[in-house]
């Protein structure tokens, strides 16, 4: 139910980093801006012997009935109450010539107006994410951030 003492909020700018945490090398990992056969890849990157870093910015907008934002923009993705972003990983990011064909998944949840509020004064929402699955190639699917997203 939504909190009816809370201030009303407009569509805020939201400045989002995901570090993708040690990928295997060689591989290019984007940022999928767009949907279906419409969408490209963005921020593209090959993966060496370090993190990837992502930044980008999406918008938030008070317009849930349980008083969360709700992320929009092109880069955003999913129902309203469970946005998400995609990572592009090699043939999907544009590297035809990779084995790797994957998505990563990463829920926008958890992010909260006090959070956007801390971060909207030259501040960021980062989230760390493992850049390697369990099979030894680049995760794939729907990743948590590790540590939950933190103002930074």
Same mark, same amino acid.
């Given at each position: 139910m939504k909190n009816e003492n809370k201030t009303p909020k407009k *569509? @805020?700018?939201?400045? /989002?980093?995901i570090v993708l945490v040690d990928p295997p090398a060689g591989v290019d990992f984007g940022v999928q801006?767009?949907? &279906? !056969?419409?969408?490209?890849?963005i921020h593209k990157q090959r993966s060496k012997d370090a993190d990837l870093t992502f930044e980008?910015?999406?918008? *938030?907008?008070?317009?849930?009935? %349980?008083? /969360?934002?709700n992320f929009l923009g092109p880069l955003t993705h999913g129902p309203t109450? $469970?946005?998400?972003?995609? #990572? @592009? #990983?090699? *043939?999907?990011? $544009?590297?035809?010539?990779s084995c790797w064909n994957r998505r990563l998944k990463i829920p /926008?949840? $958890? #992010? @909260?107006?006090?959070? #956007?509020? +801390? *971060?909207?004064?030259?501040?960021?929402l980062e989230a760390r994410l493992p $850049? @390697?699955? +369990? %099979? &030894?190639?680049? !995760?794939c699917a729907t990743v948590k951030p590790t540590a939950g997203? +933190?103002?930074c």
């Open positions: *569509a @805020t700018e939201v400045r /989002l980093r801006e767009g949907k &279906g !056969s419409d969408s490209k890849t980008f910015t999406v918008t *938030a907008k008070d317009n849930r009935d %349980d008083g /969360l934002p109450t $469970g946005r998400f972003l995609y #990572i @592009t #990983i090699g *043939a999907s990011a $544009g590297q035809f010539d /926008l949840g $958890g #992010i @909260t107006w006090e959070m #956007i509020e +801390k *971060a909207a004064t030259k501040m960021v $850049g @390697t699955g +369990k %099979d &030894g190639g680049p !995760s997203w +933190k103002v």
